[in-house]
């Protein structure tokens, strides 16, 4: 879903908790509006857009914590928000509207961190302290309405990192990349007294992580543990997965990071193969097992957030689906079939209707696609018989019909047979 549209939740009083879907970009005008029941808003990376009056009235909302893909909020989004008492306004808002978070009561504390962002009338109450950059759109706002305004201070710059990404295929291991920005590679991997070190020297750390296949060197007592964890999920490839610094020359083996680092190893082709299939990337460290989950949607890679390398194992879960026969007035011997790992169905049972052909299965009760032994399922469905009152080319149709029609046929059969007789008589 990529908007929530506006008037979604309109005085939705009893709501208490929001989970934001996947791939949210924009919450349209007044969507939450007087949501009095919410306490928390955190909402997700990748939302861009929070339009006018977005959240307005949300009495109970004490904190707010916004994205960093954030550019616009709009006019009174969060007013009314009475229990704030400090937010943070990402780097990436350009528009900050009027009235944005007018009527906080209890705000003691704006932070806006983009030094550029257009900022609209009576944003806070005049006694909410002001923090932003020198020289900001920021502290010229809180000159102009008598804020008080305490500069941040330019953050230092983080060290450079050169980084080397390293997929042994030669023995069968995966391609794979980190996919986490320099800046925060570097507060997770190097501790504070080498980054110190690195911004005084103009020095370069370089990482690599490697990717190798450990289906022959994975131990007993891991597989055991691999296996218990993994549950309904099917072991496809282990891999040995680990990181590497260097700084000055000197390399070493980093087991454990200071936060998660996001990395996407790709599936191997032969286990994609055909079927459908949900995969994850089972950890083993130090004794424990954890499935984690893939956080991309592409159905070639896994994309994980991990803070540990040592063992790990790509598995899967094949995907089997439900299929509901509706005979649609009529009978079948089957009432519902699960598909193979290709999601397709290991056969189509037949349907008798009185009076009528079996027409075949379908997607719908009237229009729809036709369902043939190639129709592949992507999750549980419901099919419909379709009945027609002319056999299909082909079709024997159904026997107890064309008895009756062949009964009805005879009587004329008979008199059509006795004047063909009748004219070669007197032919003769």
């Given at each position: ?113 983009s ?14 302290t ?20 305490v ?22 291991a ?101 079927a ?12 424990k ?29 094949s ?56 129709t ?53």
């Amino acid at each position: 879903m990529a908007r929530i549209a506006g008037d979604a939740f309109f005085n939705c009083r009893e709501l208490t908790e929001l989970r934001f879907p996947a791939g949210l970009q924009e919450i349209g005008e007044v969507a939450f509006y007087f949501c009095t029941g919410l306490e928390r808003l955190d909402l997700p990376e990748g939302l861009t857009k929070i339009a006018d009056y977005a959240f307005y009235g949300c009495e109970g909302v004490a904190e707010l914590n916004l994205p960093s893909t954030v550019t616009s909020i709009g006019e009174l989004a969060f007013s009314g928000c009475f229990p704030l008492r400090s937010v943070t306004i990402p780097a990436s808002v350009q528009v900050l509207e009027m009235g944005a978070f007018n009527l906080v009561d209890l705000m003691e504390d704006l932070f806006i961190l983009s030094p550029t962002c257009v900022i609209g009338e009576g944003i806070v109450w005049p006694a909410v302290t002001i923090h932003g950059y020198p020289g900001s759109t920021a502290e010229k706002y809180a000159a102009a309405n008598g804020n008080p305004f305490v500069p941040i201070e330019e953050p230092s710059p983080s060290p450079v990192l050169s980084l080397t990404v390293e997929a042994r295929s030669g023995e069968g291991a995966p391609a794979a990349e980190l996919r986490t920005e320099d800046a925060d590679l570097a507060d997770a991997v190097l501790t504070a007294e080498e980054k110190e070190q690195l911004a005084a020297s103009g020095g370069k750390a370089e990482l690599l992580l490697t990717v190798e296949d450990a289906d022959g060197t994975i131990t007993a007592e891991e597989k055991q543990t691999a296996e218990a964890a993994a549950g309904e999920y099917r072991i496809g490839q282990y891999l040995d997965i680990a990181l590497f610094k260097t700084l000055n020359g000197d390399t070493e083996a980093v087991h454990k990071t200071g936060a998660p680092l996001r990395i996407a190893v790709q599936i191997p082709e032969a286990l994609l193969g055909t079927a459908y299939r949900s995969f994850a990337l089972l950890r083993i460290h130090n004794g424990k097992a954890e499935l984690l989950p893939d956080l991309d949607r592409d159905p070639k890679t896994l994309t994980v957030e991990t803070d540990r390398f040592s063992s790990y194992a790509i598995s899967y879960l094949s995907m089997v689906y439900n299929v509901r026969f509706d005979p649609n007035g009529g009978k079948s011997d089957t009432e519902s079939l699960q598909t193979r790992e290709d999601g397709r169905l290991p056969s189509l049972p037949k349907a008798t209707r009185d009076q009528l052909y079996f027409a075949g299965w379908y997607t719908a009760k009237e229009g729809g696609a036709k369902v043939t032994a190639d129709t592949v399922f992507d999750g549980d469905a419901v099919i419909y018989a379709r009945w027609s009152t002319a056999p299909a080319t082909g079709d024997a149709g159904d026997p107890a019909l064309w008895a009756g029609l062949m009964a009805a046929s005879l009587p004329a059969a008979f008199v059509l047979l006795r004047k063909r007789e009748r004219s070669k008589e007197n032919a003769k």
